[in-house]
């Protein structure tokens, strides 16, 4: 038996009214104002078959069941799953395609999706990667290769590129090929690909979703029921459901989503300006900025512009390590979306499975860094870039 979402009662209310309260409802057992953490890994049947909806925390858990209740709801989606990971998620959708799918991807996109699609599922699908910016290569691919699936990411990671999701998914549609949207970045507060025709939407809940660096989890939302039974059914079947205790996480960091990417954002926004003038900087990529190439689709589907930056160090490798190693305030570590901010280097650490020729062919240089922007005093985080900039 699956859990299918019940109509979405929150529809009328705001994000951060969503956020709090979906999901989110006193226990009706003790009235208290948190949930119960049902941390058990099996339920009692009155009889045998008999039971009040929960047999086996693999398949259902109550914990996880109001995270999705929630997870729906921000998303503005009929259904959803959490999961133990956000790979498991992509695995998840590749197992449901046929074998031999002709899947499209982004040519720019998180090391781990390049990896498992090009190191786990070669032999299983056939990929293809293109410039989800250029509409005109996405349609000449889209017509030559009947995929059966697009793997969408906007705004790209790491090179932050926008592509516009309403076009691509109407692209889609018309070639019956179902699309998929890594909404990582953005999180539901600023961009909800379903509102714009995608089929499915995924998160790394580990990410801004959660917003505190202590769960790995994640999700994915749709509207059709028949994409949700067969992707619950190989949840169940292969296994990797999110634990009961980290949903409870989740369901606490998702409470202040709306504040906390507020924040990431204004900081951003400011450090991207400032970044941009600084001598030692040779470019930044952040899609707040009005010379950005996508800022104008990234005005018409998205909220706000996120908090994560990318930029080029000027001199390569050697002036790029010095920044990792004198920031005091951006800790040296892969990962985003936490409250406190993060600085890495794409080709040494989170994009170093890609290819050596199709990072430099990306723009993933030596002198590229990434940083997620945390919620602490702005003027605090210019100060410590710029002290190890200088």
Same mark, same amino acid.
């Given at each position: 038996?699956? &859990? $299918?979402?019940? /109509?979405? #009662?929150? =529809?009328?209310?705001?994000?951060? +009214?969503?956020?709090?309260?979906?999901?989110? @409802?006193?226990?009706?057992?003790?009235?208290?104002?948190?949930?119960?953490?049902?941390?058990?890994?099996?339920?009692?049947?009155?009889?045998?078959?008999? &039971? $009040?909806?929960? /047999?086996? #925390?693999? =398949?259902?858990?109550?914990?996880? +069941?109001?995270?999705?209740?929630?997870?729906? @709801?921000?998303?503005?989606?009929?259904?959803?799953?959490?999961?133990?990971?956000?790979?498991?998620?992509?695995?998840?959708?590749?197992?449901?395609?046929?074998?031999?799918?002709?899947?499209?991807?982004?040519?720019?996109?998180?090391?781990? +999706?390049?990896?498992?699609?090009?190191?786990?599922?070669?032999?299983?699908?056939?990929?293809?990667?293109?410039?989800?910016?250029?509409?005109?290569?996405?349609?000449?691919?889209?017509?030559?290769?009947?995929?059966?699936?697009?793997?969408?990411?906007?705004?790209?990671?790491?090179?932050?590129?926008?592509?516009?999701?309403?076009?691509?998914?109407?692209?889609?549609?018309?070639?019956?090929?179902?699309?998929?949207?890594?909404?990582?970045?953005?999180?539901?507060?600023?961009?909800?690909?379903?509102?714009?025709?995608?089929?499915?939407?995924?998160?790394?809940?580990?990410?801004?979703?959660?917003?505190?660096?202590?769960?790995?989890?994640?999700?994915?939302?749709?509207?059709?029921?028949?994409?949700?039974?067969?992707?619950?059914?190989?949840?169940?079947?292969?296994?990797?459901?999110?634990?009961?205790?980290?949903?409870?996480?989740?369901?606490?960091?998702?409470?202040?989503?709306?504040?906390?990417?507020?924040?990431?954002?204004?900081?951003?926004?400011?450090?991207?300006?400032?970044?941009?003038?600084?001598?030692?900087?040779?470019?930044?990529?952040?899609?707040?900025?009005?010379?950005?190439?996508?800022?104008?689709?990234?005005?018409?589907?998205?909220?706000?512009?996120?908090?994560?930056?990318?930029?080029?160090?000027?001199?390569?490798?050697?002036?790029?390590?010095?920044?990792?190693?004198?920031?005091?305030?951006?800790?040296?570590?892969?990962?985003?979306?936490?409250?406190?901010?993060?600085?890495?280097?794409?080709?040494?650490?989170?994009?170093?499975?890609?290819?050596?020729?199709?990072?430099?062919?990306?723009?993933?240089?030596?002198?590229?860094?990434?940083?997620?922007?945390?919620?602490?005093?702005?003027?605090?985080?210019?100060?410590?870039?710029?002290?190890?900039?200088?």
């Amino acid at each position: 038996m699956t &859990h $299918l979402k019940k /109509e979405n #009662s929150y =529809s009328q209310y705001g994000m951060a +009214t969503k956020s709090i309260h979906a999901g989110g @409802a006193p226990d009706p057992v003790t009235g208290s104002i948190m949930p119960a953490i049902h941390q058990t890994s099996t339920f009692v049947q009155s009889a045998p078959g008999e &039971h $009040l909806g929960y /047999e086996y #925390s693999r =398949s259902h858990n109550p914990t996880r +069941t109001r995270l999705e209740e929630c997870l729906a @709801a921000i998303e503005s989606a009929d259904y959803a799953l959490a999961t133990s990971s956000g790979m498991s998620i992509t695995t998840l959708i590749m197992h449901m395609l046929p074998v031999g799918s002709n899947v499209i991807c982004g040519d720019d996109v998180y090391g781990g +999706t390049n990896r498992l699609f090009n190191k786990v599922f070669q032999n299983i699908h056939h990929f293809s990667f293109v410039d989800t910016t250029q509409l005109n290569l996405v349609e000449e691919i889209i017509k030559s290769k009947k995929p059966k699936l697009f793997w969408l990411e906007t705004p790209t990671n790491p090179m932050l590129k926008i592509s516009d999701v309403q076009k691509i998914a109407a692209l889609c549609k018309a070639h019956d090929c179902l699309l998929c949207v890594d909404n990582t970045f953005m999180s539901p507060y600023f961009q909800r690909p379903l509102t714009l025709g995608a089929d499915i939407v995924m998160h790394s809940i580990t990410k801004y979703i959660n917003g505190h660096s202590d769960v790995v989890g994640g999700c994915l939302m749709t509207n059709r029921k028949d994409l949700y039974e067969k992707l619950w059914f190989l949840q169940n079947a292969t296994g990797p459901s999110q634990s009961p205790f980290d949903s409870w996480l989740v369901l606490r960091g998702l409470k202040t989503l709306s504040v906390r990417m507020e924040r990431h954002a204004q900081n951003a926004q400011k450090i991207a300006e400032m970044l941009a003038k600084h001598t030692k900087i040779e470019k930044v990529y952040y899609p707040g900025l009005p010379e950005h190439p996508g800022h104008e689709i990234a005005k018409k589907q998205m909220s706000g512009f996120g908090g994560m930056i990318t930029f080029v160090v000027k001199g390569g490798l050697t002036p790029a390590k010095q920044v990792l190693s004198k920031v005091k305030l951006f800790s040296l570590a892969e990962s985003l979306g936490g409250v406190e901010s993060l600085i890495e280097h794409p080709a040494i650490m989170t994009h170093a499975s890609v290819p050596a020729d199709q990072r430099a062919k990306l723009g993933i240089s030596d002198g590229l860094l990434r940083i997620s922007v945390g919620i602490e005093d702005v003027e605090d985080l210019i100060k410590d870039l710029d002290n190890a900039l200088s």
